[in-house]
């Protein structure tokens, strides 16, 4: 029960980061190196994402 909730908290997560990152002012090609990045390794792509990524508006 415990690994069904932890996916769907990482799924919703990566939703997040994706809608995040097609909404962000990078270049198309960063943009899909981003999502392919955030699918294919879920956990590693949203921490890279949420140090790397570009950022939008954080103080």
Excluded: C, H, N, Q
């Amino acid at each position: 029960m415990e690994y069904s909730i932890f996916g769907i908290v990482i799924l919703i997560l990566d939703v997040i980061a994706v809608v995040s990152v097609w909404g962000s002012g990078a270049t198309t090609a960063t943009k899909l190196l981003w999502t392919l990045l955030i699918v294919i390794l879920p956990v590693i792509g949203l921490i890279a994402w949420f140090f790397l990524g570009p950022k939008r508006g954080r103080v």
